[in-house]
T-cell receptor, first 119, second 114 residues
Framework: KAGVTQTPRYLIKTRGQQVTLSCSPI?????VSWYQQTPGQGLQFLFE???????NKGNFPGRFSGRQFSNSRSEMNVSTLELGDSALYLC??????????????????FGEGSRLTVL | DAKTTQPPSMDCAEGRAANLPCNHS???????VYWYRQIHSQGPQYIIH???NNETNEMASLIITEDRKSSTLILPHATLRDTAVYYC???????????????FGKGTLLTVNP
C-alpha cells in the first residue's frame, strides 16, 4: 500500500512569491492534515480537511490556505512568502473523522514532507 | 488538549531497553496518550497509543500510571535505528468531531549508542 505522497520534496522561492504544495493521502484515507515544522517552533498544526471541508484550523495567518478535492488529495497554498515561512511542511492522512476506536486507531500517517526555502 | 512534559534527551545502549517518560498531569478522562517518533528528515511515525490500560505492539509497550498523570514508552531492545525524537501527545477523542489536531511538544531525542 503506497504511503502519503508529497510533492515537491524541495523548493526554493523568494519573498513575495506564492507556493502550492500537494499531498496524496493513503488510498481510502479521507482525512488530511497539514503541519509546519521549523527548528524554533517545532511541529505546528496548520489545518485539517475531511470530505473537502476544513474541519480544524491552527493559528496561522490567512496567507496559509488549503483545500481538499473529491479524491481526498489536498493542496496547501502560502501567498506572499516571508523568510519565516521557510520550513518543512508535512502532510498526514488518516482513515476518518471523529472516532479513534474500532478499526480507526486515530493514528496519522505522515508523508516525507516538502522542504520550502524562502530567500 | 492537555500539555505534556518530556526530558529533552536520553541515551540508551544498543540492545538495552529504552524507557521514555512523559508527564501529562492535566490529562482529562477522555484524552488518549499517543506516541510518535521522528527520525531525522522524515515525517513522524505512529508508535502506539492508549487510554487507561497498558498497551503493547510490535514496536513498543506503553505503560500508563493508574492516575493517568504519566506514562512510559518502552522500546524493549533498542537498536541504532531507534535513534529519533520521540513525541508524547495527549489527544481528545471527540466522537463526531475532529480529533486530528495534534499538539507536538519538543519531544525527547533518544540516542542509541553502539
Amino acid at each position: 500500500k503506497a504511503g502519503v505522497t508529497q510533492t515537491p520534496r524541495y523548493l526554493i522561492k523568494t519573498r513575495g512569491q506564492q507556493v502550492t504544495l500537494s499531498c496524496s493521502p493513503i488510498s481510502g484515507h479521507r482525512s488530511v492534515s497539514w503541519y509546519q515544522q521549523t527548528p524554533g517552533q517545532g511541529l505546528q498544526f496548520l489545518f485539517e480537511y475531511f470530505s473537502e471541508t476544513q474541519r480544524n484550523k491552527g493559528n496561522f495567518p490567512g496567507r496559509f490556505s488549503g483545500r481538499q478535492f473529491s479524491n481526498s488529495r489536498s493542496e496547501m497554498n502560502v501567498s506572499t512568502l516571508e523568510l519565516g515561512d521557510s520550513a518543512l511542511y508535512l502532510c498526514a492522512s488518516s482513515l476518518g473523522y471523529g472516532l479513534a476506536g474500532g478499526s480507526n486507531t486515530g493514528e496519522l500517517f505522515f508523508g516525507e514532507g516538502s522542504r520550502l526555502t524562502v530567500l | 488538549d492537555a500539555k505534556t512534559t518530556q526530558p529533552p534527551s536520553m541515551d540508551c545502549a544498543e540492545g538495552r531497553a529504552a524507557n521514555l517518560p512523559c508527564n501529562h498531569s492535566t490529562i482529562s478522562g477522555n484524552e488518549y496518550v499517543y506516541w510518535y517518533r521522528q527520525i531525522h528528515s522524515q515525517g513522524p511515525q505512529y508508535i502506539i497509543h492508549g487510554l487507561k490500560n497498558n498497551e503493547t505492539n510490535e514496536m513498543a509497550s506503553l505503560i500508563i500510571t493508574e492516575d493517568r498523570k504519566s506514562s512510559t514508552l518502552i522500546l524493549p531492545h533498542a537498536t541504532l535505528r531507534d535513534t529519533a525524537v520521540y513525541y508524547c501527545i495527549v489527544r481528545v477523542d471527540r466522537s463526531g468531531g475532529s480529533n486530528y489536531k495534534l499538539t507536538f511538544g519538543k519531544g525527547t531525542l533518544l540516542t542509541v549508542n553502539p
